[in-house]
């Protein structure tokens, strides 16, 4: 089958919806095995079969104040292009996410990005923000997570910290943790909440992507492409 060309604009309406009522609700959204199942397949094919070399240590920081810092984060990353029929129906998938919530709550989200993440056993990412406020034009991040029986044990669950959350998934009453399962999705302001991904103890594969706004100004046209 050629995901490629796959719309989902029917199929994924009410998972949509319910994305969308979750962020007017509390700013984020936990939706466990809600990616349609073939293109978490195809995904997963995809992220095993990427040669090593196209995964690189991942940094901090954008452009000039790009860096690697070991304390902070040790995962490997590849960003996600149009060069592979995986890709395409992913990105396909999320332009139908963005033209839904752009309807429903106007969030004028202009663009998208992400990449696949590898955290090989013992690697983690430090609690951190993917976007600041003034700065940012991160407005939506989005993680997906690829990994097929993934038990308790295993680690490597994403720590969401919530100030305000009051309900019963919360462990301590600010930690939200996910479960890295396979076709789980996780969406979230990116400027309201602080989270980090635990070490995890064998191999985890995510991808993580962001909404961003229109930053154009004058002739600059953002993004840069
Ligand atoms: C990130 C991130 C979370 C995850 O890449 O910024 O927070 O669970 N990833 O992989
Ligand atoms: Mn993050």
């Known amino acids: 089958m050629n995901l490629a060309h796959t719309t989902y604009s029917g199929g994924d309406t009410s998972l949509f919806e319910s994305i969308s009522n979750d962020i007017v609700e509390k700013g984020y959204s936990i939706r466990p095995y809600a990616l349609p199942e073939d293109l978490t397949c195809l995904l997963l094919q995809h992220i095993i079969e990427l040669p090593t070399d196209k995964f690189k240590r991942a940094g901090i920081g954008r452009a000039k104040g790009h860096m690697i810092n070991d304390f902070i984060r040790t995962d490997e990353i590849s960003w996600i292009t149009h060069n592979n029929p995986a890709s395409c129906a992913w990105i396909k998938w999320t332009e139908s996410l963005q ?127």
Do not use: C, M
């Not at 951190?128 to 700065?135: L, P």
């Not at 939200?176 to 999705?185: A, R």
């Open 99 to 225: 033209a839904y919530l752009n309807r429903r709550l106007f969030l004028g989200l202009f663009s998208f990005e992400s990449h696949f993440a590898h955290y090989a056993k013992g690697d983690f990412y430090k609690r951190h923000k993917d976007a600041f406020k003034g700065e940012g034009n991160r407005v939506l991040s989005v993680v997906v997570y690829l990994n097929q029986q993934w038990s308790a044990d295993d680690g490597g669950e994403l720590v969401i910290y919530d100030k305000k959350s009051r309900i019963s998934t919360v462990v301590d009453n600010s930690q939200i943790k996910v479960i890295p399962s396979f076709g789980t999705i996780v969406i979230f302001l990116s400027e309201e909440f602080p989270h980090e991904v635990l070490p995890a103890k064998r191999d985890r594969y995510s991808i993580a992507g962001w909404f961003r706004l229109n930053n154009s100004i004058a002739n600059n046209i953002d993004p840069p492409s």
